[in-house]
Structure formats: C-alpha cells, structure tokens
C-alpha cells in the first residue's frame, strides 16, 4: 500500500433487543457525536469530514434509500456519502480504499439497524433467496446457518455441548462489555434445553435479535497522527463471495473464508497467524460459526474445530474477549463491531476485557446466506 | 483531483433497455451486460479482480442481490462490494470503481447496475423512501409539478410549456438514434403543440410523456488502472475526478431549497478543482441524468452555472441537440431509458462511449476530449463524474 | 432446426406473481414522538429550532444539517400558515403502508405555518383539487381529526380559508 490508514476513533450505542424508545436518527447521532468529541473533526470542506461511509439495509429499515433517513445526523448536507449495504466490515475496506485513492484524507463510517423493527427477522432473510427455486423451500439464513452447521459438526467433530459451552463463554466474556446490554448469564444445560430453530440450531445458540450503531473514524497517516495518539493501522484487508445455491457449496469447506483471509494475511505480512496475531473478533451469528470461521482463519486446523474448543482454543487465542456477535450485535453490523471491539483492544481501551499489550488482531465479518461473503481485516498498533 | 493512480474504462457493456425482459431473470439479465463489456474489453472473468454490484432492491424486493447474482456476475472466488445510494446508485458504482482501482487493492474492476423495474412497483418502491411517520402516505414515487409550477411562474406558461415539450422531442430525436433505447417515439417539432394541450397529466403540469421509463436492464463497465489500461485498450476513457453531494430530508423533498441546488453546487466544485471556467466552451458532450423534461430543463442552469433564461434559449436553439454546440443526452437520457440502478451507470457509460468515439449512430459529430455524467437521487442528491480523452495529470498526492 | 424454425418456435415463460409483506413496529423516537403527541393531545403542531442558526425544522428533527448541532426547543407553530407551492396528483399510485391504491385526484400542499423562522413547510393534504381554486399565497389551516391516534393525519388535512 503507498500510504497508511489508521482507525483514529471508534464508538458505539449499547446494543439491545430493542431500542424502541430511538429512531435509526437518533442511535446514529449517539455514535457521530461520540467520534467527533473524540477527533475534534468538523466538516469543514477541505480539512473535516467530507465523505461518509454508511451501512444500512433498505429491507432491514423497510425504507427505500435506507441512508437517505440518515444524511443529516452524519453531517453529510452538501458533503459526501455513499452506503455500503452488506456487513460493515465491507465499509471498512470501502472506506479503506477511499483514502488509499487518494479521494479524502479521512472518512468517518457510520452504521446502524434495527432488527426490532420488522416483526421477522426471518422473513427479511428469506427475501434474499431468489423467487424460483429457494424461496418456496422456506430458506432464509437461519435454516441456511442450520444446514451448514450440520455438515461442520459432522466433519469437525463438534458437540451440541461443546456449542453450549460456547454460548455461556461468549455470555461471560460480554458481561464485561458495557455496550452489550440486558444480556443474561445462562447455563449450558440452558442453552440445550432452548427450542430448536434450525436442526441442529437451538434459539440460545442464536445471536439474539439486536438494535444499535457503531462508526469508526479512519484517516491517512498524516491526519491520524494528530488525530490521536494511538492510530490503529489497517495493515490487511481481504474479502471473497462463496457460490449462491447452497448445494454448489460445500458448506463446511469455508472456500471463501479462507481466500479473504489469506489475502488480508499476505498484505499484512503474517505467515503464521496462532503466533503473529494478538487477539481474533470473529463474527459468529451462531455458536457453530465460532469454530468453524476459527478454521478458515487458520486458528486450527481444517476439521479440527472440536478438539480446538475442548483444548480451550478460544482463551489462548483471546477470541471474542468482547462478545462477539452471540452476544447481541445486528447482523449487517456485526464485523463492523468486531473491527471497532480489535481497535478498543489494540488503543488499550478494552477495559475489563482488555489483553495487555496487544499489538495486532484479526477482525472478520460475513454477509449473506451461510457466510456466502467473508471480510477478513487486520489491524496493528 | 489528488489521486494515487489514474483509472481508465475500458470495457463497456449495456443490455437493450425495455419495459418488460420477461425473457430473462436478474441473474441472465446482468449476465448480458457482463459479456458485452468483457467483450469489448477483449477480457475474459479471469481478468477481472472484483466485481462492484448495486441496484435499488426495494424495487424487486430481493434482500442482497448480490448473493444471487453470483451465478453470472463472476464474483465467485473473488472479492466484491455492493454500494446502494437510490437513484445515484449507477454512478457511485462509477465513483466505487475508480476509488477501488485507483487506491492500488485492485487492478480491474467490474462494476454492474441494474434494475428490472417489472418486477415491482416504480411509484410505490420510490414512495418508500419516504419517512414512514409523515411522508410515506403523501409521497408519489418521484411524480411532482412543483418544478413545472416555479419554471412557468419565472418564464412564463406558453415559453414554459414549450421548452420543456421541446427538450422532451429533442430527447426523443437522441433517442431514436440509440439502438437499446427503451422509448423511442419518433417525435416531431410539429407535434409539440398537441402534446402539450393533449398528453394526460400526472401531478400537476408534469405529464406523462415528460416523465422518465421504468426499464428493465442492465449497465456494465471495467475499470483498469492506467498500466493495464494502456497495454490492453487503444482507447480508454479516463476517469478525471468524481463529486458526490448530498442533502437533507425536508418535508418539501423536492424544492424549497435552504441554500443552492446539489446540482450547482457540486458543478461549482467540480469545475473549480477541474480548471474550468467555461463549461459550456470546455465541456464536449454532457449525460445528464433527466428523470423529467421538466427538471431536465431547470438543471441545464444548474448545472452549466447559468442565470437567467440562458437554458432555455439553449433547448430553443437546439445547441443541446446532437450535433449543437453543447450535446446534452445523445443517448435519450432517462425520459428514454431507466433501469434505475442502471441508470446513473448508463449516463457514464454513454459519456465514455462518445470519448471513445463508440457511440455509433448517436456519436456526436465533433471531438469530444470531455465529457461530463450525472447521476441523482434520494432527496435531491447528485453525482458528478467528469471524463477525459486522454490520462489527466495527477496532482501531488 | 433452421434459424426460422427456431424463431417461430413459442416459449412459455414462467412468470410469478406474488405480493410480499413484512410486518413493521416503527419507533417515534423522542423528536417525532413528541411533535406526534402534541398533534395527539394537544391538537398542536411544533417545530423544533436550531439553537446555532434559529431556523425552524418541520418535521422536527434530531439535529440542523447545516450547522450540524443538536437540535433545540419546541415551538408551537400554525394552525394557519401560506401555501407556498403545492402538487395536484391524478395519478393512483398505491401506498406501500397498506398495498391500496391511493384514490386520485388528491392535492399535497407544503405550507408555511405561521409563526416559523426559516423556509421548512409542513407537507399534508390539500381539501381542494379543483386547480382553479388552488394557488401559491393562500391561506389555509389545518383542521384536526376528533379522533387523534398520533399519527401525521391527526391533522385530517388543510382548508382554504378566505383571503385577507
């Protein structure tokens, strides 16, 4: 890359089952001012904030141009903003990319959704199967998610218990994150005593359906460094597409996890990624994802998911040490949080989840039916 | 425009527009415009390293597209984006592609809009970007006279009336002369006064032959840095810098304007940081995105940074006609064409032909060394995109 | 088969029809809730206003998007105010709230209220749509539902009321 970027500035709303007492306005609002206190930016032309990423989803808000609600609260009245409507780690290497250009020297993104707002989260996912053929199966991602998590389980030896004890860890580990809100600890005979929603998918191993805003400030080197005293470089971005229809896949493959990771890996120079890298934020909307994505990262092994958690991979890994999107976050939003919960630890500002001195972290997010587009991002101190 | 590198389109592919492609799916639709421009970027999928997707899916109501899409669009096994901003959406896929080209992430770039306005409900999918608690009940899609009303208060009904029934014959002219047009009526000077006097209206003054297609189709164009540019196309259009500007939501969408236009305003920008001074005598050909003759017309001031009724005796001298001094829309523009999430996309590509000299027998006849596109959208927003003959200089970066 | 076979050969195509409907709980939030509360309650119509520039916003809003501060105090405008352009709409199109198809011909009108700093109008029906009788100027005023639920059409819609 001919310059570097930096993550100068993060933020985020509490996330919870329903902010109902918000609009999309007004959570977003929280997170702009929250990032401007924190830079001191304006949006001056020329020297502040002219261009805007956002991440929402037209059919999530039930708006037509869902970004158009949002113009003002942004600041982007005669300024810049384009919306990115897949998961906002795709914002992060848009805006990325934004900066690399040449275009802008910095750019704020900012997300939001509310998954309270339709009455089926479902019903918004099944709308992203084709009409023909997929639709009247009754596929959305949820049944998608419990297909795949058949085929991983079988090949990666991965138990109902063992994705009990994931749920109760990712539990544990959000009781010290203060943006998750109202979230219960629970058992993990709970967790598999919960109704089942897609075989082998129980509702307690399911994200809970969650409402909230995050945004990022990222800029060029040269602005980052009075930006902030801890610019958190984006050093290795990458991201691939997996096929459509379900049965071209092969499910528990994670052919395009593996292609987005590798990518990001090469361009920040990691060869070996279980000594090189300080802490993972891995977007797992379900418990059997935490695993699996943990292999297309390389953590572990291919098929080897099972033995990594009873090995009690994820804590000597410091994966999802704020969560993870188990713990609540709205899915078009959940890698954008991951990036900003990898860019809190890297500042030192992760507080009672924080690794001490961690220098470098993998941050990943995924968009559409069983993790069909992975983005993999990665970040250094 | 400080840039890191210079991109240049190379390959364009547009499928023909029309009301109802029944004969192919979203999938086989997009996967025409695809080939066409892998054709005539003499490319193969191979070549291109990540495909940037967009289109307005309220409209045919499938969530993320682009997943689906996947089976022609040739993004499996590489990366991609999906950018989605309304109406502009064609031309942030532009401004998407030249900023992934340009920042060094990727080489070429395949960008597609679409739209298969069949499938849905025009005027009911835009009515629902109104705000559900106070405007979504009001709204009527993108249909208002309210422009007609403040052209014919300021110039007067009959000269109004005239010019804008003016611009829509020499839209259509343009428009016959475009092969994939969707609407091509073969009109005539002679029947403005009838079509004035007898086209039903829609919202107040703003009649229905005033008002731009729902289409079905497609729009795709390659984006290649300047180095695979040269070395693969003896003729590339170049990308000389991109504007977008945004505005508000107020509960008057679509005028009562706080301060200047979108329009002038991101024209004034765009000229300034451009070097020039004199749209009319610099700029050679300009694709603007009309979704009616009437706001067509009224932008020809915002846009050239007129005063007075300097557009007006543009379109009544007919200096936008084809071969005039200042072409607007020799492909038809939208009142002829508009996929939506195509759309904005089709007006850049059309400008890019007409630099490449490809725009066959709706080519402009004199040389076009820039070319300028527009896209809109959303509350009244615009992108601007200005194209070049030859590689600009880049600025110190 | 010959090309002319071939073309003279008909397809059926496979066309689907269906409608798609997500049911929806909108949030007011405080901003709107409260302007939709007066209209409820009180039978009022508010504003809020820029504590930077002291433009009015209508509907009220989170923030002014040119200063990019925090909006500030409610102020009661109207009931009465001026037309300042308007939309005679012939054309049916359906309301995506409901799926119906909207029963033309209806007039939009914006209206400055009386009482607000700056050019923001309050959008709502027209009870007129015989063009002769609508003009830019006129003064009208909102004439309020009986029954108030806290929605935009507390206000049934707006009256012409005579000239000054």
Sequence with gaps: MTRRVAICAVAQTTYERSKWYQRMQGMALEVVEQLIQATGLDFEEDTGINQVVTVSDDVFDARTISDGAMTDVVGAHYRTEEKVSQDGAQAVYYALSVILSGHHDVVMIVGHCKESQPTSRNLVTHMAFDPFFTRPVGLDYLAAAGLQAQAYMAKSKVSDKQLADVVVRARKNAAKNPKIADLKQITAQEVLASPIWADPIRELMAYPISDGSVGLILASEERAKKLTDKPVWITGVGNCYDGFFLGDRDLAGNFALKRAAQKAYRMAGINDVKTQVDLFEISDQYAYQLPMWAEGLGLCADNAGGAWLSNGGPDKARVNLSGGVLAGNPMILGGLVRVAEAALQLRGEAGARQVDGAKRAVAQGLTGPAGQLQTVVVLER | ?397 | MTMTEETNVKQNLIVLRQILEIPQHFSTGPIMGRFLKELRDNKRIMANRCPKCGRFHLPPREVCAICRARSGEFIEVGPEGVIQSYDLVYYASPDPLTGQARQAPYTTVNVLLDGVQGKDTLWHLLNETDPAKIRRGLRVRAVFNEERTGSIFDIKYFDIIDNK
């Design chain 2, 1 to 397: 425009m400080k840039k890191n590198r210079n991109v240049g389109i190379i390959g364009i592919g547009q499928t023909r527009h029309s009301s109802h492609r029944e004969d192919v799916n979203q999938p086989e639709m997009i996967h025409e415009a695809i080939t066409l421009a892998l054709e005539d970027a003499k490319m193969t999928m191979d070549n291109v390293d990540c495909i940037v997707h967009g289109n307005m899916e309220l409209f045919e109501m499938i969530h993320q597209p682009d997943m689906w899409h996947v089976i022609s669009d040739g993004a499996y096994g590489k990366p991609g984006l999906r950018l989605t901003t309304g109406g502009t959406t064609g031309a942030t896929l532009v401004c998407g592609a030249d900023t992934l080209v340009a920042s060094g992430l990727h080489d070429v770039v395949l960008a597609v809009g679409f739209e298969k306005l069949q499938e849905g409900h025009t005027t009911g999918g835009i009515t629902n970007m109104a705000d559900p608690l106070w405007g979504r009940e009001l709204q009527t899609g993108a249909l208002t006279g309210m422009t007609a009303d403040a052209v014919i208060e300021e110039f007067g009904e009959k000269r109004a009336k005239h010019a804008a029934m003016k611009m829509r014959v020499i839209m259509d002219k343009h428009a016959m002369l475009n092969p994939l047009a969707h609407r091509r009526f073969g009109f005539t000077d002679d029947m403005i006064p009838t079509m004035i006097d007898n086209v039903p209206p829609l919202v107040g003054e703003l009649r229905i032959v005033h008002m731009c297609s729902q289409s079905d189709g497609a729009c795709a164009m390659i984006f290649a840095s300047e180095e695979v540019a040269k070395k693969r196309c003896p003729n590339p259009a170049w990308v000389m810098d991109h504007i977008t500007i945004h505005r508000e939501e107020t509960f008057n969408l679509f005028g009562n304007v706080e301060e200047m236009t979108t329009m002038r305003y991101a024209a004034k920008k765009l000229f300034e940081r451009n070097g020039i001074t004199n749209p009319r005598k610099q700029i050679d050909v300009f694709e603007m995105y009309d979704p009616s003759s009437w706001w067509g017309l009224d932008w020809i001031r915002e846009f050239l940074l007129l005063e007075g009724d300097e557009h007006l005796k543009m379109v009544e001298d007919e200096e936008i006609a084809i071969n005039g001094s200042f072409p607007i829309n020799p492909s038809g523009g939208v009142v002829a064409t508009n996929p939506i999430g195509a759309t904005a996309m089709i007006r850049v590509a059309e400008a890019a032909l007409q630099i490449r000299g490809m725009a066959g027998e709706h080519q402009v006849k004199k040389d076009v060394n820039l070319a300028l596109a527009s896209g809109f959208g959303g509350t009244l927003w615009t992108v601007l995109v200005l194209l070049s003959k030859n590689p600009p200089k880049l600025t110190e970066k």
